[in-house]
């Protein structure tokens, strides 16, 4: 190679480089990616603070990655040319058959998973309300057979059997969603299960209380959207698959939700429609992430209170308990900090139940108040 081709190369590379930063300064700074369904960094504001904790230089790092020219086509691009090259585990999430995308769960590393149990153990000796325990496998488990041959996760069956050693009652979400393993209970591009697979596990949890099962011919489900891409299609930067359909079973006829968003009770819905022309679809089931939200049925088969201290699965789930309870409240522990006993007792609750997916529990550290 010759000097003067040499110095060629160089020059067009530090061109191109130049040139994208000089791309970058004139593109206006996005707030957020919908492709991956987060905030991005925006532009740093240099303090004598920040310089000398460093802090400064890790915004700017993550501000020049966020804000980069084109960002979401060169990560689909990487993905793509990965996938090329045989790999098919992309920021923890396995691409599987049938363009299904799988998170993997990796082996807890810090007995959050025991003491988590432990908090629920306290919850139970804290009220005279039957407390149940309901454990929700993911996609890695209940889908094993379509993760890549050889691919690593962590046994959520053998957690779900120390579970059981807590004495605790425990609903069979595993069971209800392995007899139906060949159905759509999840999605493909998000790891919630789908409203099919919430029906089913409506019924493990009815079921567990000694309640009469919901019927699905009782149900007529309405295709929602048709183009679901979920939070497993943002992290892993595959983006070439199929969108999702998401469907709604239940008639809001009949049924009124309360939420209590920023401390005062507010009208919601039950299916909150506008969220359907954003990328974050999922959250039109009772408009997402809330502390607190109350459904109540004037027309409930069987009657009674019940409280779900719940993870986002329950959004989905919610709807079809309301079938059968007067009263479906539903407690969220990342925003909610009163005591949940001293809720039960104020509201007249009649049953407890802890539901939770199993990589959501085992990681969450917000269970402590439940030993209030």
């Given at each position: 190679m010759s000097k003067r081709y040499a110095r060629a190369i160089t020059a067009i590379f530090c061109l191109f480089l130049g040139g994208l930063m000089v791309w970058q300064l004139l593109l206006p700074d996005r707030e957020r990616s919908d492709v991956?369904?987060?905030?991005?960094?925006?532009?740093?504001?240099?303090?004598?603070?920040?310089?000398?904790?460093?802090?400064?230089?890790?915004?700017?790092?993550?501000?020049?990655?966020?804000?980069?020219?084109?960002?979401?086509?060169?990560?689909?691009?990487?993905?793509?040319?990965?996938?090329?090259?045989?790999?098919?585990?992309?920021?923890?999430?396995?691409?599987?058959?049938?363009?299904?995308?799988?998170?993997?769960?990796?082996?807890?590393?810090?007995?959050?998973?025991?003491?988590?149990?432990?908090?629920?153990?306290?919850?139970?000796?804290?009220?005279?309300?039957p407390v149940y325990l309901g454990l929700i496998p993911s996609a890695a488990e209940v889908w094993r057979d379509k993760l890549p041959y050889g691919a690593e996760s962590w046994?959520?069956?053998?957690?779900?059997?120390?579970?059981?050693?807590?004495?605790?009652?425990?609903?069979?979400?595993?069971?209800?969603?392995?007899?139906h393993a060949s159905e759509p209970i999840f999605y493909r591009t998000d790891h919630h299960w789908t409203s099919l697979g919430a029906f089913y596990g409506a019924n493990a949890l009815l079921d567990s209380l000694g309640r009469e099962p919901l019927k699905a011919e009782d149900f007529t489900p309405e295709t929602a959207s048709e183009d679901f891409n979920g939070t497993l299609y943002s992290q892993s930067g595959i983006h070439s698959l199929t969108p999702d359909t998401m469907e709604y079973w239940v008639e809001e006829d009949g049924l009124t939700v309360t939420s209590w968003r920023s401390g005062s009770p507010e009208p919601a819905q039950l299916y909150d429609r506008s969220y359907l022309t954003e990328k974050d679809k999922y959250s039109s089931f009772l408009g997402g992430n809330q502390p607190l939200c109350v459904i109540r049925n004037e027309n409930a088969r069987d009657g009674g209170k019940l409280l779900l201290i719940r993870d986002s699965y329950s959004d989905a789930l919610a709807p079809f308990l309301a079938q059968s309870f007067a009263e479906v409240h539903l407690l969220d522990l990342r925003y909610y900090r009163l005591p949940a006993a001293q809720y039960a007792a104020e509201n007249g609750i009649d049953a407890i139940c802890a539901v939770y997916s199993v990589p959501n529990f085992i990681t969450d550290r917000n269970l402590v108040f439940l030993a209030q």
């Open positions: 991956e369904n987060r905030t991005l960094q925006q532009r740093p504001v240099l303090t004598l603070s920040g310089v000398l904790d460093g802090s400064f230089m890790e915004d700017v790092e993550s501000y020049v990655q966020d804000q980069f020219p084109l960002r979401d086509q060169w990560t689909g691009l990487k993905a793509r040319a990965e996938q090329l090259i045989g790999k098919r585990l992309f920021n923890n999430i396995y691409l599987c058959e049938d363009e299904t995308l799988i998170s993997k769960v990796d082996p807890p590393a810090d007995g959050l998973e025991e003491t988590n149990l432990g908090y629920i153990a306290q919850l139970a000796g804290k009220t005279d309300v046994d959520q069956n053998a957690y779900l059997a120390q579970a059981a050693e807590t004495g605790l009652p425990l609903i069979d979400f595993a069971g209800a969603l392995t007899a």
